[in-house]
């Protein structure tokens, strides 16, 4: 069997009923370092955790507590549990980083970033999605493509981020659920540029299109050339038209809700 079991079953597998609440907050520990539980993902209620693990809603209630006190979830009053992040999210008002937002050097060096860690995702979520993850991907790249592809950035990011969550790699998940807000202004920026221009929108909509399917195919490599020359087209693409246009349309990003769970 390998290290991790990425399988539905295993990470709903029952515990016995005389597990203390410490075993399951080792449990949830668990499905948070493997990527189960995602970052801001709302922690599941404590009905269905109590009849997934066995134990009354008493002892789950315990063990989300002793996660609590730990700064691994934290409880919103009337909006329910939800994992930390582990990387914090820089302020809105941030002089960093609104100083990274208004320079548009700040495109392309995302761009970069992008390229190396969506194509590794896209690598690993190959390997390890689940039917769960499957299903996620599937839904946000069919809300994506049925969509005003002028206005679709939050749609274009969405699916991009079902598959890093679906890489089951916290780190990298993290890493990236940091940075949504810079991340997303790069798919603005595409969207604005690209998107309205009929040969760029048509070449990103055959790419998406290959990442969706070589994801779901669990063809690893293949989706790590997906998602990597993906991204890297929008780069050059991006390039090409400041050249030839003397300038791009460029988009600050609105920052996101910032609720976990969002």
């Known amino acids: ?11 709903s ?5 005389q597990s203390t609440a410490h075993e399951i907050a080792y449990r949830l520990e668990r499905q948070i370092l493997d990527g189960s539980l995602a970052p801001e993902e709302k922690m599941p209620s404590e009905r269905l955790l109590a009849s997934r693990f066995g134990v009354s809603r008493a002892i789950v209630r315990e063990a989300l507590h002793e996660l609590q006190g730990r700064g691994i979830i934290e ?10 992040s582990m990387v914090a999210a820089p302020k809105e008002d941030s002089p960093l980083l609104e100083l990274f937002a208004g320079h548009p050097r700040t495109l392309y060096d995302l ?3 992008r390229e190396q860690l969506e194509g590794q995702a896209a690598f690993l979520a190959a390997q390890r999605a689940t039917q769960r993850d499957r299903y996620f991907i599937t839904k946000a790249y069919e809300n994506m493509t049925t969509s005003d592809p002028l206005t679709n950035a939050r749609l274009d990011h969405a699916f991009h981020q079902a598959v890093v969550e679906a890489s089951h790699n916290p780190v990298l998940v993290h890493v990236l659920s940091s940075l ?5 202004m790069t798919v603005q920026a595409s969207v604005a540029n690209l998107n309205p221009r009929e040969h760029f929108r048509d070449m990103i909509n055959r790419q998406h299109k290959r ?4 994801v779901l195919a669990g063809q690893a490599k293949a989706a790590q050339r997906a998602a990597m020359a993906h991204v890297r087209y929008v780069n050059e693409s991006m390039h090409t038209l400041e050249e030839l246009e003397q300038g791009i349309i460029w988009v600050n990003c609105q920052p996101q809700e910032t609720t976990p769970g969002n």
């Open 75 to 84: 409880t919103l009053h009337g909006k329910g549990s939800f994992v930390s």
């Open 180 to 184: 949504k807000n810079l991340m997303l």
């Open 111 to 113: 761009l970069e970033v």
């Open 1 to 11: 069997m390998n290290v991790r079991d990425w399988s539905d079953q295993h990470q």
């Open 13 to 17: 597998m029952a515990i016995k009923p």
């Open 211 to 214: 990442i969706y399917k070589t």
